[in-house]
């Protein structure tokens, strides 16, 4: 029975990617996102109900548009996948709770911030602030953090931000810090501080993986906000442990 609700939260999370990436690609670009249809960027072909399964179409059609054989970019199909991926494994983690919620809220936000931050560079202020409210009107409901620990989570993330973006001159932008206040909210002061170090790490590591790769260019601006989505997961799902088990080994 498990299963069956894993597989049933996984199709959900899927569908839902599939709405990010459009939520992700045009709000940053002030358009509708709910009309019109997705189109082909290259030739304008409006998607069929065939074309718009997610994953799936990208498979069957070789990872090009149907129309014009123009090459479609991966990260829709990936954040798909991703959204799928987290959508069922989370009940996993963290148990069948009321936190569940609060859970599928901070997915979906790193998600749309993941796509715009990808294709654009930009994580977008209506976007923060959709969820920033959400995330505040969720404390009203049981399981979540207390409203002191959010706030000061939120102050504790932009602070230390703004510092470093005062520090680095210009090397964090501005949409990581307000993004960083914004999830400050859910994870409160402790979790923040490790999600700063996480993205900091996973930057680090993967940054001069893909330059050795040959993914990335030195020199060459690169999207922060991936490898926050990344740290906040990390730290979401996992910081107590890991919090619990460093002061551990310390002590
Ligand atoms: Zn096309």
Same mark, same amino acid.
């Given at each position: 029975?498990?299963? %069956? ?13 599939? &709405? ?40 069957? =059609?070789?990872?090009?548009?149907? !129309? ?17 991926? %987290? ?22 936000? /790193? ?17 923060? /602030? &959709? &969820?920033?409210?959400?995330? %505040? ?13 959010? /706030? ?38 402790? %979790? ?15 940054? !001069? ?10 020199? =060459? ?25 460093? &002061?551990?080994?310390? /002590?």
């Amino acid at each position: 029975m498990e299963l %069956l609700i894993i597989l049933y939260l996984a199709v959900v999370g899927l569908v839902f990617g599939s &709405f990010f990436n459009v939520v992700g690609l045009r709000v940053p670009l002030k358009q509708s996102i709910v009309r019109p249809r997705s189109s082909c960027p290259n030739c304008k072909h409006m998607l069929t109900s065939k074309e718009l399964i997610p994953v799936v179409s990208y498979i069957i =059609q070789g990872g090009k548009c149907r !129309s014009c054989k123009a090459p479609i970019s991966p990260i829709y199909p990936i954040m798909e996948f991703v959204t799928g991926f %987290l959508f069922a494994i989370t009940p996993l983690i963290i148990g069948w709770s009321n936190e569940l919620l609060i859970a599928y809220s901070l997915i979906s936000l /790193l998600v749309i911030i993941t796509v715009s931050d990808l294709a654009y560079m930009i994580i977008p202020d209506k976007v923060l /602030l &959709f &969820f920033a409210a959400l995330f %505040l009107i969720l404390h009203i409901y049981p399981g979540g953090l207390h409203i002191i620990d959010s /706030l000061l989570g939120a102050l504790v993330g932009f602070g230390i931000l703004l510092l470093i973006a005062l520090i680095s001159n210009g090397g964090m932008g501005g949409g990581d810090i307000k993004l960083f206040a914004v999830l400050g909210l859910i994870l409160g002061v402790k %979790l923040i501080i490790l999600t700063l170090f996480f993205s900091a790490l996973y930057g680090a590591l993967l940054g !001069s993986l893909f330059i050795v790769i040959g993914v990335a260019k030195k020199k =060459q601006p690169i999207p922060f906000g991936p490898y926050i989505a990344l740290a906040t997961l990390t730290a979401y799902f996992f910081g107590e442990r890991i919090v619990n088990w460093y &002061f551990g080994v310390l /002590l």
